[in-house]
């Protein structure tokens, strides 16, 4: 009966438990991904809905401007419906700036987020 090396004997239980925490570790970081993406879907679906209701709000008050436009009697009463108009599309202009940097900041963020975990996770630095 010959005895193995203690070195040879040691070896193969550590690569089989190496082999086992790297698909444990790998199975975890595709489920996180799989999360990830999820959430940064979500957020996508609600930024367009936001879009699009801004959109029909638009559409809503450019229809509103033609129809006291058709009804006007006079070219001052006109201008005056137009700068209206115009006063309220600027507002919104701004206001649709703003909302585009916080959607912007927030799927920035949520990208960002599992990349900076998943490099953390697999390099062992702690973020």
Known sequence: MS???D?????KPAH???????????KKHMEE????????????????????ARLQNQANLASKMAAQLATAHS??????IYCEW????LEIMANDGKHLLD???????????????WIANWTGVSS
């Open 3 to 5: 005895k193995q090396p």
């Open 7 to 11: 070195s040879e004997h040691r070896t």
């Open 16 to 26: 089989n438990q190496t082999v086992a925490d790297f698909a444990v570790m790998g």
């Open 33 to 52: 991904f799989a999360k990830a993406q999820t959430e940064i879907l979500d957020q996508v679906r609600a930024v367009n809905q936001q879009w699009v």
């Open 75 to 80: 070219v001052p009463e006109a201008m005056s």
């Open 86 to 89: 115009t006063s309220r599309q």
């Open 103 to 117: 959607d912007t900041q927030k799927l920035v963020g949520a990208s960002a987020r599992p990349s900076s975990g």
